[in-house]
């Protein structure tokens, strides 16, 4: 079967740094998305990644590891609004999207 | 970034009525347009995968006959529930995808917050 591995909850500090990882079993991949959604809100999108490693957007990093099916959002300078949950999102080889169930960023002050 | 605007954003009704929720790309044209809903705290389950001028690829497990898709235009789809019950309550989110590629990104609306008394 598929499948997307995300932690259900992460804590962190304002200001700091976090790493929110995430792992699939997809049958075959066309590329990697994270989006960002507040409570009771719509996604809205992060990034992309459909080759190998780092991209960086302003305080917001994605990586992939497409030989380790992995990839981890890093999130710089952590602000209070960057309290949401996460979304990884695989497009498998039907170029289907299947969802990781999301991680709840938590930031304290 | 590309625009996709949801309508309406909350809407209550009676059981047994039909509610219709506009999905539309405000400032590019949408070959393929997804629907998803969840429920809180929940992912996003895909309910259909609409495009233009042909009939919706539906999920397993999705009624077609009370989710109905039309996506009539380049920049508009619709999803209508049909006789809709207190279960069918939930968010309804669509998505819009950028360009001709299957790996163009993909831009949501709002979403709709459906309530069914």
């Known amino acids: 079967g598929q499948n997307i591995d995300q932690p259900t909850e992460m804590t962190a500090t304002e200001g700091a740094i976090v790493q929110i990882n995430c792992t699939y079993q997809?049958?075959?991949?066309?590329?990697l998305f994270w989006y960002q959604q507040h409570a009771g809100e719509a996604p809205t999108f992060l990034s992309y990644?459909?080759l190998d490693g780092l991209e960086e957007k302003g305080r917001f990093s994605s990586f992939l590891s497409r030989s380790k099916g992995y990839s981890y959002l890093l999130l710089k300078e952590l602000q209070m609004k960057d309290s949401a949950s996460y979304l990884c999102?695989?497009?498998?080889?039907?170029?289907?999207?299947?969802w990781g169930a999301g991680t709840k960023l938590i930031i304290k002050p | 970034g590309a625009v996709v605007s949801q309508h309406p954003s909350r809407v209550i009704c009676k059981s047994g009525t039909s509610v219709k929720i506009e999905c539309r790309s405000l400032?590019?044209?949408?070959?393929?347009m997804f629907w998803y809903r969840q429920f809180p705290k929940q992912s996003l389950m895909l309910m259909a995968t609409?495009?233009?001028?042909?009939?919706?690829?539906?999920e397993q497990g999705v009624e077609k006959d009370k989710f109905l898709i039309n996506h009539a235009s380049l920049t508009l789809s619709t999803l209508t529930v049909t006789s809709a019950h207190p279960e069918d309550s939930s968010f309804y989110i669509c998505?819009?995808?950028?360009?001709?590629?299957?790996?163009?990104?993909?831009?949501f609306g709002e979403g709709s917050r459906l309530t069914v008394l």
């Open positions: 990644n459909v």
């Open positions: 609409s495009n233009e001028g042909s009939k919706a690829t539906y």
């Open positions: 999102a695989v497009v498998d080889s039907n170029y289907q999207l299947i």
């Open positions: 997809t049958s075959g991949f066309n590329g």
């Open positions: 400032d590019f044209q949408a070959t393929t």
């Open positions: 998505s819009a995808r950028v360009g001709d590629s299957d790996t163009g990104e993909l831009f």
